[in-house]
């Protein structure tokens, strides 16, 4: 079965500061890959998503991640957080073909943005 | 385009009481996810229907939760009878049929049972 570990419950940086939200999985095959914001009150949102290709994907509101193979990680990136992006954030997988549909969620990183 | 439709937004009840959720998917999406958020347990999957049919409800917690969907267009997730343990945000997800998995979410139910 899969799992995924987001190490960091939660994270503070100022604003400007670039970021980096770690994301580890475990799954034997190749995965597919997600990461979700949440606002305060509201749903998940899609921010971007890994299924096969260019390992670098880019999402919405300027967010990147970068899937590495060897290192069984997905890591979230902004070259520079807004005051906006302040939410919690959640690295998700799927289990890719074996057509089960379910994703398996991190407990999430909780951001938060200094002035 | 609407997204996923959950009501009602809030609910407040009595342990011991029916508590009844529901669920619009996205027109066209064939997946469906119940999904159950606390500060304790984080996202956990309840239960997930394709093509309405019930695929994986292993993480239904007890016979007081179910869960149907009569038809591509609704859904519902019953409580009976409630307790205070149940208090939670519980978020329906829609997804289309093929190889994308990716899960839209509704705004939630924010259940509090007294």
Known sequence: ??????????????????????CNYSYGATPYLFWYVQSPGQGLQL?????????????????????????????????SVHWSDAAEYFCAVGAGDTGRRALTFGSGTRLQVQP | DAGVIQSPRHEVTEM????????????????????????????ELLIYFNNNVPIDDSGMPEDRFSAKMPNASFSTLKIQPSEPRDSAVYFCASSPHSRDETQYFGPGTRLLVL
């Open chain 1, 1 to 22: 079965a899969q799992s995924v570990t987001q190490p960091d419950i939660h994270i503070t940086v100022s604003e400007g500061a670039s970021l980096e939200l770690r």
């Open chain 1, 47 to 79: 921010l971007l998503k890994y299924f096969s290709g260019d390992t670098l994907v880019q999402g919405i509101k300027g967010f990147e991640a970068e899937f590495k193979r060897s290192q069984s990680s997905f890591n979230l990136r902004k070259p």
């Open chain 2, 16 to 43: 011991g009481q029916e508590v009844t959720l529901r669920c619009k998917p996205i027109s066209g999406h064939n997946s469906l996810f119940w999904y159950r958020q606390t500060m304790m347990r984080g996202l």
